[in-house]
T-cell receptor, first 111, second 113 residues
């Protein structure tokens, strides 16, 4: 069964820093990986979707990479801002059509 | 506006009183699913549906039922709710099988007393 972990569990940084969030999964036979953002008490907003054939995907200050062979994905946030404060989740498919989420990284960006 | 909607957003009920949480999407998506989110356990999939009249269990289906009679709707039914079903519930949809991204509803916070 697919298992997903995320490191670190929580992160607090001053505004302007570049930072990296990590996602690891046990079964590399995935067809995509998706990163989400969740604000407290709110729903999930899709940030980036990486197909299995891709190694990177970029959107503004966000860059996500995928290394299937090692079972890892990283989300890079450049020049962090207080508005980036949220929980970041990664999700991968589990043997077909259901999905497994990581526990999330709770990010605080201090002004 | 393309979106996934859920109702109600907040619900407090008592043990054993049947309830339904509705989910609707206006994007003509084939795939829909339900998740629950609990502190320390993260998001876990309850049920999913790949098309009308096609549903399957996720990781935590016990105590829940679903139906998919129309493409746009995917209600979650708790026949006899119990306190351990107190949670934050999310509905999600995506265009179809394969490589598409998922879109989430705003969530339903359920408390079972």
């Amino acid at each position: 069964k697919q298992e997903v972990t995320q490191i670190p569990a929580a992160l607090s940084v001053p505004e302007g820093e570049n930072l990296v969030l990590n996602c690891s999964f046990t079964d590399s036979a995935i067809y995509n990986l998706q990163w989400f953002r969740q604000d407290p008490g709110k729903g999930l907003t899709s940030l980036l979707l990486i197909q299995s054939s891709q190694r990177e995907q970029t959107s503004g200050r966000l860059n996500a990479s995928l290394d299937k062979s090692s079972g890892r994905s990283t989300l890079y946030i450049a020049a962090s801002q207080p508005g980036d404060s949220a929980t970041y989740l990664c999700a991968v498919p589990n043997y077909g059509q259901n999905f497994v989420f990581g526990p999330g990284t709770r990010l605080s960006v201090l002004p | 506006e393309a979106q996934v909607t859920q109702n109600p957003r907040y619900l407090i009920t008592v043990t054993g009183k049947k309830l339904t949480v509705t989910c609707s999407q206006n994007m003509n998506h084939e795939y829909m699913s339900w998740y629950r989110q609990d502190p320390g356990l993260g998001l876990r999939q309850i049920y999913y549906s790949m098309n009308v009249e096609v549903t399957d269990k996720g990781d935590v289906p016990e105590g829940y039922k679903v139906s998919r009679k129309e493409k746009r709707n995917f209600p979650l039914i708790l026949e006899s709710p119990s306190p351990n079903q107190t949670s934050l519930y999310f509905c999600a949809s995506r265009p179809g099988l394969g490589v598409d991204e998922q879109f989430f509803g705003p969530g339903t916070r359920l408390t079972v007393l």
